[in-house]
């Protein structure tokens, strides 16, 4: 289908011949072209080349580098080598040996501002001396998304739209689809010595777009290694297999490894602790000018944060992440609840950047001496 004299307000993804009206002009269009522009961002990559066989998925994962947890977030998601709770699953598998009761997480984040939806639960357990297992589940999704395919009128038969000719949509045909995203993450992690963890994931993947549908299966390994007091250093490779990605169209995406290494240091200061972290990204995707750094295929971006915690009481958190986000939040703990809040922003003006993003997290301590862990 093509477009003719396109008015201002409508905009159109098409493939393979088929279009889909993400917003159309109506007298009602408000809720329609809220979503249009942040739409088209997030769907037109998977509409235009669905249709396609195996490739290397550039930015085919990118919905799991969302992150979890507002403390993580928070701190410009600076947290390879500093996790050490139940969303261990999700940064470094490593950091889950480091819990001694089990906890369960909970995480609701409207992302760029009220378009999509994410969610984000975790339960984390340890077992004998040294060892934890968990799992992670997360979900993304834009939901009330317009389909007009079966809703384009052609008055003339031309293969043109062109709503001076007559040319219209039929309003009551238009349906609504979804746009979601699952990951669910199985992790084990092990205490080797008393400075050195390691751990792991198998990750199980799945995306639905209208009636199209993909499965994947991928893993992660972690280390956490402190070679002095309050040093942490940490590393996981995320997809370090290449996940792949099957289409029920017959298209096969490959996600390729990611790298992510880290540093941090604890601090002494004003009666608390405080703790600067940097992270590297290390990506073979040919990112170019989307990374901080590229050398050929290869990118490089950075994650960099500090959190100053007071007595166990509260937290005040900053950071700036990869996508260029200048971050804040804070936590308070309570007995057996540590609530955490982050706020994120682009640092584009006023008039150009996307929506702020705001996150509320929660982690569920089970602190009773018969969930300790052994030989505590």
Not at 148 to 166: E, M, S
Not at 228 to 239: F, P, S
Request: net charge neutral; hydrophobic share 40%; charged share 20%.
């Amino acid at each position: 289908m093509q477009l003719q004299n396109r008015p201002r307000k409508s905009n159109i993804a098409s493939t393979k011949g088929e279009c889909i009206v993400i917003s159309t002009i109506t007298n009602s269009e408000g809720r329609f072209m809220k979503r249009t522009a942040l739409v088209v961002f997030f769907l037109l990559y998977s509409l235009t080349s669905i249709y396609s066989q195996t490739v290397i998925g550039k930015y085919a994962g990118e919905f799991l580098a969302i992150g979890v947890g507002g403390r993580a977030l928070a701190m410009g998601s600076a947290q390879v080598a500093i996790v050490n709770d139940v969303t261990s699953g999700y940064w470094n598998p490593a950091g889950l040996a480091r819990i001694n009761y089990p906890q369960v997480a909970l995480m609701h984040e409207e992302h760029f501002g009220n378009l999509v939806n994410y969610n984000y639960a975790a339960v984390a357990i340890p077992y004998g001396k040294d060892m934890s297992i968990g799992l992670s589940i997360m979900r993304s999704s834009i939901d009330g998304i317009p389909d007009t395919r079966n809703a384009l009128y052609d008055a003339n038969g031309d293969g043109i739209l062109d709503l001076n000719r007559g040319d219209r949509l039929d309003y009551t045909k238009i349906s609504e689809f979804s746009n979601s995203d699952w990951a669910f993450y199985l992790t084990f992690a092990k205490r080797q010595t008393d400075n050195f963890y390691w751990g792991a994931n198998v990750k199980i993947i799945r995306r639905d777009l209208a009636e199209y549908g993909a499965t994947g299966i991928g893993f992660d390994l972690g280390a956490v290694y402190m070679p002095m007091e309050n040093l942490y250093l940490g590393a996981n490779i995320q997809d370090v297999t290449t996940t792949l990605v099957a289409w029920s169209t017959g298209r096969n995406e490959l996600i390729s490894p990611t790298a992510k290494v880290g540093a941090a240091y604890a601090m002494q200061f004003l009666g608390g602790s405080l703790m600067p972290a940097v992270d590297f990204d290390l990506r073979f995707e040919n990112r170019k000018s989307a990374s901080t750094f590229a050398a050929g295929p290869v990118s490089f971006d950075a994650h960099a944060g500090f959190e100053y915690k007071f007595k166990n009481i509260f937290a005040v958190r900053a950071g700036y992440n990869d996508v260029k986000q200048f971050t804040l939040g804070a936590g308070i703990f309570l007995p057996k609840l540590q609530i955490d809040y982050s706020f994120a922003r682009f640092s584009q003006s006023e008039a150009e950047r996307l929506p702020d993003s705001h996150r509320i997290s929660l982690i569920l301590t089970l602190e009773q001496p018969k969930y300790l862990r052994d030989g505590m």
